[in-house]
């Protein structure tokens, strides 16, 4: 059969080209012009490693084609942005969208796979919003699943294969249906469940991280009230065979960890109460280490240069998004306007536009940042400053969030 991905963005399009690449002649689905135009020259528009060879494979075949409208498929893949609302709970509209350009389509006895990682009930909520455009068709003309993405950036064109898969059926039918499919490409185990059990199980694993980070987060804030190695500590007593803490960081950042978590709370507001302190513990690591660097300004004589070493959310990538290091450097800005900011990111060209705005902040090479600051952050664990010697940070004074430099 044939399928539609609607979304090609960091999930839908490796989906679609790994679907191509295993035979199936696939669809892909963009609001967006100029991802449609890249797509179908083989390109990627952002990074993720072994996907262009994939992408280009595929296209060159004939087997992917991007378009900006939905063609007729036997079976779609949606897989667009959930992001949240001001008061913290899911914006469903791209779903509604992408499940209203579905509808002109159905024939009826279409497969319609939710990959968006969603709030319980999503599912069931875009099946109705099919039905509510399309009045001659009834519930069982439909098989309508959630299949959660998992894969982590940087890695996906692995995991998207060996990962195993949750696969909630809305009816039993129609999970066996969604089976089928993740098997043309999906070596890793399909664990077939229903819709609503698969939504949670989603936003449970993000939440479990979220939850994890927190308590290393908050270790770490009293580790420095009463005077303790945090890392060594945490080192100590993962040799414990059932203890296995996380790192502390300045903050968790991405747009899924720092986001699902909010969509079990909105859900179960009176009972989620670890879930959501561990979301405002997370939250408020940003404005810690701000005053830990605010303070070290303060107690300098002269006007103070600073070096924010890495600005991604986290280690060896160059994603900026819902990044903690990026809220830190421009809120320092912002606060001391007088203080000279070096900002070092090697995986940049050049500064995002919350920072380029402020007058008190350059991006400069990693000796350029020593040789000029008194204050050196560690913000982010790249390999690349895991390997700067002690002898070019002795006479600084440092504060270190990720604990490399200890
Ligand atoms: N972090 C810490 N300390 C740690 C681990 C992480 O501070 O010990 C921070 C990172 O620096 C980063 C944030 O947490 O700011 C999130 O990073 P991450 O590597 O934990 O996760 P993501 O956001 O890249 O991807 C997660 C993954 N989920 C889980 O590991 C449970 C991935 O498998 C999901 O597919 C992805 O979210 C998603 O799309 O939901």
């Not at 993962?238 to 747009?255: A, E, K, S, T």
């Amino acid at each position: 059969g044939t399928v539609g991905v609607v979304g090609l963005g960091y999930i839908g399009l490796p989906t679609a080209a790994i679907l191509a690449d295993h035979g199936v002649q696939t669809f892909g689905v963009d609001v967006s012009p100029g991802t449609v135009e890249a797509v179908n020259r083989g390109e990627v528009p952002f990074v993720e490693p072994g996907l262009r060879e994939v992408l280009k494979r595929a296209v060159e075949g004939g087997k992917l084609i991007a378009s900006l409208n939905v063609p007729a498929a036997d079976a779609y893949i949606i897989a667009v942005p959930t992001p949240f609302t001001s008061s913290r709970s899911a914006d469903l509209s791209f779903i509604e969208a992408a499940a209203r350009s579905i509808a002109p389509q159905l024939r009826g006895g279409e497969l319609l796979i939710l990959e968006s990682t969603s709030p319980p009930g999503a599912t069931d909520h875009m099946r109705d919003v099919v039905l509510a455009a399309r009045p001659d068709l009834a519930e069982q003309d439909l098989l309508v699943a959630h299949c959660p993405e998992r894969v982590l950036p940087g890695k996906i064109m692995d995991e998207m294969v060996t990962n195993d898969r949750i696969i909630g059926g809305v009816t039993s039918e129609a999970a066996v249906a969604a089976r089928e499919l993740y098997s043309t490409f999906c070596t890793g185990e399909l664990l077939l469940t229903d819709a609503k059990t698969a939504e949670m199980a989603k936003l449970t694993e993000n939440s479990f991280r979220d939850v994890n980070i927190a308590f290393a987060n908050e270790l770490s804030v009293i580790c420095e009230r009463i005077g303790v190695d945090v890392w060594e500590l945490i080192e100590l007593a993962n040799h414990h065979p059932r203890v296995n803490i996380l790192q502390p960081g300045p903050g968790v950042g991405g747009h899924c960890i720092a986001v699902d978590p909010w969509f079990i709370v909105d859900s179960a507001p009176e009972e989620s109460n670890l879930i959501r302190t561990a979301r405002e513990t997370n939250d408020a690591k940003p404005d810690w280490v701000l005053g830990q660097i605010l303070r070290a300004i303060d107690a300098g004589s002269a006007a103070s240069v600073v070096a924010l070493f890495g600005l991604s959310f986290k280690p060896n990538i160059d994603d900026l998004r819902e990044s903690p290091a990026l809220q830190i450097a421009s809120r320092l800005a912002d606060r001391r306007p007088n203080a000279e900011l070096l900002a070092v990111e090697p995986h940049i060209e050049e500064l995002p536009s919350s920072l380029s705005s402020c007058e008190n902040v350059s991006l400069v090479r990693t000796e350029e940042a020593l040789a000029a600051a008194d204050i050196l952050v560690l913000l982010v664990d790249h390999d690349v400053f895991k390997s700067l010697s002690r002898s070019q940070l002795t006479g600084k004074t440092i504060i270190d969030s990720r604990g490399i430099w200890r």
